[in-house]
């Protein structure tokens, strides 16, 4: 059996420890993909309208939405030659990856508290798990939006091709940051709830719901989101309008890729510290 023996010396070769988190992440493949598994044959298994929850809220979130713009409750500034429904289901959908990405560490490591201390396991199999379970529901969604794109009769054209590198940016910017924060997350249960609030608030200066505002505050706001940028080109992709932000996108990749790894490291070093504190 082998053994794992923590020490007290704080030198940590970043490289060394990314070399050491790949190997653990291959060995324990097979386990994330058995969790996962479990997981979401429980829960799909116990419910009544199975897959239909991986749409229910972004075809409820859109459907409020369709109906202030409809009544006129809101004014919304939506691009006039696509279709608002398709506009707002795609913008929807991209939150949802956005927001499943962002919550997978906290949430699949709080979900195995009760075995962390019991059980001596690669802690990245939880990680990789979450990203399974995404990666389940992430296919769902994309069914859904080819659906609306079919019934509305929407060419993607060539841009298509463009939008799996700006879903794949939108899911290491989210999962980056979330997993930067699933060390404190983990002690604190108040990141938790301020990841969920943030959250909420973010969805308003992001081209979700609406497109970008031509002035005033709320433009500004706009501005300064990265998210903006990500969510303009990736919904562009697939209505056959032109990609503005590519230069943005790809400079965005490569420094959230990069913020990942340094996540891994300090998920890997302070895990042993969290479980002795929430064991």
């Excluded at 396991?121 to 990666?135: D, N, R, T, V």
């Excluded at 060539?158 to 002690?187: A, D, K, N, Q, R």
Aim: without cysteine.
């Amino acid at each position: 059996m082998k053994t794992t023996v923590y020490t007290s010396d704080k030198k940590t070769h970043f490289f060394q420890e990314l070399k050491a988190i790949y190997r653990d992440t291959r060995s324990s493949s097979f386990l994330a993909y058995q969790m996962a598994k479990r997981d979401l044959q429980s829960q799909y298994r116990q419910s009544l309208l199975g897959f239909f929850w991986a749409f229910a809220p972004i075809i409820t979130n859109s459907a409020v939405w369709l109906f202030l713009n409809s009544s006129g409750t809101v004014n919304v500034n939506a691009e006039s030659s696509v279709p608002y429904v398709v506009f707002v289901i795609i913008g929807t959908t991209l939150w949802s990856i956005f927001t499943e990405a962002l919550l997978i560490p906290l949430t699949s490591v709080n979900g195995a508290k009760s075995i962390l201390s019991k059980i001596n396991f690669p802690k990245e199999a939880l990680l990789i798990s979450g990203l399974y379970k995404m990666l389940f529901n992430l296919i769902l969604k994309l069914i859904l939006i080819a659906g609306i794109l079919v019934i509305y009769g929407i060419n993607p054209g060539s841009g298509v091709l463009l939008f799996p590198l700006i879903l794949l940016v939108i899911t290491l910017f989210s999962f980056s940051i979330g997993l930067l924060l699933t060390p404190i997350g983990l002690i604190y249960t108040d990141i938790s709830k301020l990841l969920t609030t943030a959250v909420s608030f973010i969805m308003y200066i992001t081209p979700v719901v609406y497109a970008i505002p031509r002035q005033g505050l709320f433009k500004k706001l706009f501005a300064i989101n990265p998210l903006t940028y990500m969510f303009n080109d990736g919904r562009n992709s697939l209505i056959n309008l032109p990609q503005e932000y590519t230069g943005f996108i790809a400079i965005a990749g490569i420094i959230s890729f990069l913020v990942m790894l340094i996540s891994l490291v300090v998920f890997r070093k302070s895990m042993p510290i969290i479980i002795e504190k929430i064991g």
